[in-house]
């Protein structure tokens, strides 16, 4: 994923700086040639050994007399792909709005063109101080990414916002910056979550989705360059970039998808759809002295197998299969029958796959092309495979 870059990782003295550690490492396994820096504050709170052992070059301290270049505050920043500053102190966010350049790191920083990505950590006090919260602001503004800092426990047995942001989370946003972006100029619609089917005012037909993976599946779509539409009846966090549309039933969530395949470039279909709903479901609330319900149910549309039949010429479809059995050839019938490009099959039935988990092992399964096991993986990591085998089909196209 980020084979050949060169990043900078910049560690600051904060109780989290043995993070950067992992940090480091992943970026590491994830094939980028890491140059470390610490400040004198970062020293305090660890050695320099393990830094330099996992990191692709010996930590670098010194402005001054650096056994490596005489002016290592240009040449390093020049050099990089990206500088990525974690944990970040209140001190360093400030000296870098300010342009103050007392150490290697911040001579590195304002000497740099490459994108920057600073991760604060602190305490909550101080991460709301009115002066962190304006030099915050200002290097936003400036196009520095911020990442975190998330709500945890902090050092001291305090519980609040500052935490430096999980080595995953810190890694993906590095990735999204410096990955390919070979879905610019292609709009993507995703649908998510499981739909809601009313029985009466208060209660539904649900089903067990979380959202999760067609959430990831906009996360990468975006990170790579995509305009994308999210067609969602979840509430998770909406991906930065990505259009939200908020439905809820499965005739909501037609009507959406129906209005978004006419301009979208790509449909991809990872929400679980209620098969059957309520017939005429009372508009109040059913009582119990009225006795036990007999609930009719009715077939819902199927959204896909719709948007496969009217499917524009060029225009990629996606689905998803839930199987609990025969996998391969119950997700077949379904690529066939709905006029699909890609199905994604999981096994809902297995150890931490599917609904709910943040992890799942998919089958990918096309027309024309051999099926691609993707093992067990977080859902970024499938999504990342989905993303990618689209950018596949559309290649060949
Ligand atoms: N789907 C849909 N509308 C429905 C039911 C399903 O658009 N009413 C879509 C899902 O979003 C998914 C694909 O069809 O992309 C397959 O869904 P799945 O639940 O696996 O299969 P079904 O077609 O519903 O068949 P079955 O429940 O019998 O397995």
Known sequence: MLEGKRIVLGVTGGIAAYKAVDVCRRLVDAGAHVVPIMTAGAEHFMGRTTLSALASEPVQTELWDNPTTPIPHTQIGQGADLILVAPATARLIAAYRMGLSTDLLTNTLIATRAPVVVCPAMHTEMWEHP????????????????????????????????????????????VDILGPHDMAGVSVVVSAGGTREPIDAVRVIANRSSGKQGYAVAAEGVARGAAVTLVSTVSLPTPAG?????????????AAMNQAAGDHDVVVMAAAVADFRPVDPPAGKMKKRDGVPEIVLEPTPDILAQLGATKRSGQLLVGFAAETADLRANAAKKLTAKSLDLIVANDVSAASVGFAHDTNAVTL?????????????NKRDVARAIIDTIVAIRTRH
């Open 365 to 377: 399964l096309r027309p024309d092309a051999e099926p691609v096991e993707i093992d067990l993986a």
């Open 131 to 174: 002066s962190v919260v304006d030099n915050i602001d200002t290097l936003r503004e400036r196009g520095v990414h911020i990442v975190g800092p998330a709500v945890g426990h902090l050092a001291g047995g305090d519980v609040g916002a500052g935490r430096l942001a999980d080595p995953e989370a810190i890694v993906s946003a590095v």
């Open 242 to 254: 990505v259009q939200l549309v908020q439905v809820e039933t499965a005739a909501e969530m037609q």
